[in-house]
């Protein structure tokens, strides 16, 4: 059974950072894209930033790129999101997710798994 099992989230002021971790288990990921995508209230969910488990390369929103940082540990199954300089936008309940293919897909519909979320609020 696969999970993905988000930590982290809180409370975290304008300019400061954060760091979201997934862990992940239940199948071999060395095929797949991880990602981050995000919920605010009323709003859909949109895709945040992704990363291919077996090369590293990465992919990220317009709104996030050079600010926020997606990465992977082999060794802990686990990908994480660095959120440096988030702003009051930024706030939404942020979700692990997994395709179990290598792409740049950023549409919610083409991923497989989803861990349960977590909510970070950015205070201005």
């Known amino acids: 059974q696969v999970q993905l099992v988000e930590s982290g989230g809180g409370l975290v002021t304008a300019g400061g950072s954060l760091r979201l971790s997934c862990a992940a288990s239940g199948r071999t990921f060395s095929r797949d894209t991880l990602a981050w995508f995000r919920q605010a209230p009323g709003k859909e969910r949109e895709f945040v930033a992704g990363?291919?488990?077996?090369?590293?390369?990465?992919f990220y929103a317009e709104s996030v790129k050079g600010r926020f940082i997606i990465s992977r540990d082999n060794a802990k199954n686990t990908v994480y999101l660095q959120m440096n300089s988030p702003k009051p936008e930024d706030t939404a309940v942020y979700y692990c997710?997994?395709?179990?293919?290598?792409?740049?897909?950023?549409?919610?519909?083409?991923?497989?798994?989803w861990g349960q979320g977590t909510q970070v609020t950015v205070s201005s």
């Open positions: 990363i291919w488990w077996s090369s590293g390369s990465t």
């Open positions: 997710a997994a395709k179990r293919t290598i792409g740049t897909a950023t549409t919610t519909s083409l991923y497989d798994y």
